[in-house]
Nanobody
């Protein structure tokens, strides 16, 4: 089994910063892509940023230049540095990982989500 555990969410004023972390653990053979998604109340889940095992990144237009995704392959951890936060960034943020696990093959896993609230 594979688990993704997120941390780093919270309440911040507009213009502030937060850093999210997501650590993968379990019977991991390898991790391919990792990413962050978010879901605001009453809206569909949307992509925020992704990063490949080689470090190539992709961002939603609404967060480009403000958010930075990175990963530490040795720690099976992905990060999301969020700067210049806006009230519209308020959402539950979910970590996603494309994992090849021993005995389970290649599957996509999700974290439990962490709340980010940006006050105006």
């Amino acid at each position: 089994q594979v688990q993704l555990v997120e941390s780093g969410g919270g309440l911040v004023q507009a213009g502030g910063s937060l850093r999210l972390s997501c650590a993968a653990s379990g019977s991991i053979f390898g991790i391919n892509g990792m990413g962050w998604y978010r879901q605001a109340r009453g809206k569909q889940r949307e992509l925020v940023a992704t990063i490949t095992s080689g470090g190539s990144t992709n961002y939603a237009g609404s967060v480009k230049e403000r958010f930075t995704i990175s990963r530490d392959n040795a720690k099976n951890t992905v990060y999301l540095q969020m700067n210049s936060l806006k009230p519209e960034d308020t959402a539950v943020y979910y970590c996603n990982a494309d994992v090849t696990a021993w005995g389970a093959g290649r599957l996509a896993y999700w974290g439990q989500g962490t709340q980010v609230t940006v006050s105006s």
